[in-house]
């Protein structure tokens, strides 16, 4: 059974659909359950003004890309490794801190999710292969 939250994350596709009228973009697909992402984003020079997704997906790749296009425009471009290293460490380990503007992933990044990792973390491979950092 998922979890309400995670279902109320998926549901918000305000940034669902792709314009074809981007700076930047990429496709990866997770090999090992077949979800598929493909990200448009719109960056000037230091900072990622939008993000726009179209999934072939399981819900919690749809509720990661849904966050995450929902918080990007926050977000300086060469902070951004760094901190989706931190947030699979975080994932993974439990042991560092997650950073506060990243607070929504926490609903996703529960113990009974541990397995859907690599779903959950497909939009963040995404953008970084867009942007090719």
Known sequence: ????????LASNTKNYG???SSTHAASS?????GDKITVELNVDKIKIKSMRYETESCIYCQASA????????????NRLKSDFV???DYFL??????PKKYKLFKNLMKK????RHQC???????????LKI
């Open 86 to 88: 931190q947030i699979e």
């Open 29 to 33: 697909k997770n090999k090992l359950c």
């Open 18 to 20: 792709l314009t074809n």
């Open 93 to 98: 380990t439990k042991d560092k801190k997650l």
């Open 120 to 130: 959950i973390m497909l939009p963040l491979y995404a953008v970084q292969k867009a």
């Open 1 to 8: 059974m998922f979890d309400i939250k995670i279902i109320k």
């Open 112 to 115: 009974k999710n541990k397995d």
């Open 66 to 77: 849904s966050v995450l296009s929902n918080i990007i425009s926050s977000l300086k471009i």
